[in-house]
């Protein structure tokens, strides 16, 4: 509710020195550091109260990746990823497919798991927001995330979270929003986003504010048009170690 007064609403609040006691450094004290939830190849990534960005052209892969990595969420470990803390919680937003489409992804994440496919997992909320304004987004995004308290906000397509990913003022006060989230419930938030068409930046200054604010990029990428494509994820930028590059293919039954 603090988020979505002070941020969502678009309302600037009046800041007196009490109100920012909370956020002066001193070196005498001792800091929570901050965890990561997942690891690939002994290389952590996926901070806790920081935002991670995946990043590709369209259909280059990036709902494939998001269901690796669901899967090894829920599952514990999947294909060399394995997670820090058990029992994590996801809250998987979409904005953009329609809702079959987006069903059809869950279902995908949840036979990786080895979970059934027609049953909610209660770990796994998802919601699809496709049909609200961008305003309306924002509000529904910070009242989701005070009903789950996700350890894992995952929102796929955070350009619908404002109306010109191409304003400067929209797209601060989006990535501030999700800084704010993240922080004060110590979630870790991914974030997907296409990249421009003439070069591999994320669109606008919406991608802008993200690359300057993420921990960490990924992009996906696909070589091929057929059933012999291969997709391949790279971390792009990083403030800590460097993840390997992840390969993956299509399988005959529609799997990564």
Request: hydrophobic share 40%; charged share 25%.
């Amino acid at each position: 509710r603090e988020v979505l007064q002070k941020i969502g609403a678009g309302r600037i609040e009046e800041l007196t020195m009490e109100d920012l006691v909370r956020y002066h450094m001193s070196v005498s004290d001792v800091y929570e550091g901050q965890s990561s939830l997942l690891s690939y190849k002994g290389k952590r990534f996926l901070v806790k109260g920081d935002i991670t960005a995946i990043k590709g052209r369209a259909k280059s892969g990036k709902t494939h990746f998001l269901a690796v990595l669901i899967a090894a969420i829920l599952r514990g470990s999947y294909a060399g990823y394995q997670v820090m803390e058990f029992n994590l919680r996801i809250l998987h937003i979409d904005t953009e497919q329609g809702m079959l489409n987006f069903q059809s992804v869950i279902k995908k994440a949840l036979r990786l798991a080895g979970l059934p496919k027609d049953r909610d997992c209660e770990r796994l909320n998802t919601y699809n927001l496709r049909e609200l304004s961008a305003k309306n987004r924002i509000q529904a995004v910070g009242m989701l995330v005070e009903a789950y308290c996700p350890d894992v906000l995952i929102i796929d397509g955070v350009r619908d979270l404002l109306s010109d990913f191409n304003d400067i003022g929209q797209s601060s006060e989006v990535v501030n929003f999700l800084m704010a989230i993240s922080k004060q419930k110590r979630c870790a938030i991914i974030t997907v986003l296409h990249e421009n068409k003439a070069d591999n930046n994320m669109r606008g200054h919406l991608g802008t504010e993200l690359l300057n604010k993420a921990s960490e990029v990924f992009q996906v990428q696909r070589s091929g048009d057929d059933e012999r494509s291969f997709y391949k994820v790279t971390q792009t930028d990083t403030r800590n170690l460097p993840v390997e590059d992840f390969t993956f293919t299509m399988g005959e039954n529609g799997l990564p």
